[in-house]
């Protein structure tokens, strides 16, 4: 069975940074898109980005783009989002997810809580 294991999430002051991880195992992940979601207090849910697994290909919303980085270590089975001059509304539980399509996705992750003091 599919687990993909969040860490790297905490308190950080507007301005710094910090890199989620995500340890996926259960199966072969070669042909998924993995990526990473957040939701916020009173929010909806919202894809950060994604990456093809295969390619490297990668999303990015646009709240993030330009401060955030997705990335992937094949040999170690765990993507990566760095996270730069995070801001106090980035503040939320972040998700790692597996076979991400069409704005949702088939596996998750127990969530990571990302709190940004301004």
């Known amino acids: 069975q599919v687990q993909l294991v969040e860490s790297g999430g905490g308190l950080v002051q507007a301005g710094g940074s910090l890199r989620l991880s995500c340890a996926a195992s259960?199966?072969?992940?070669?042909?998924?898109?993995m990526g990473w979601f957040r939701q916020a207090p009173g929010k909806e849910r919202e894809l950060v980005a994604h990456?093809?697994?295969?390619?490297?290909?990668?999303y990015y919303a646009d709240s993030v783009k330009g401060r955030f980085i997705i990335f992937r270590n094949n040999v170690r089975n765990t993507v990566f989002l760095q996270m730069n001059s995070l801001k106090p509304e980035d503040t939320a539980v972040y998700y790692c997810a597996a076979a991400v399509r069409s704005g949702t996705a088939d596996y998750w992750g127990q969530g990571t809580q990302v709190t940004v003091s301004s």
């Open positions: 259960g199966r072969t992940f070669s042909s998924y898109v």
């Open positions: 990456i093809s697994w295969s390619s490297g290909s990668t």
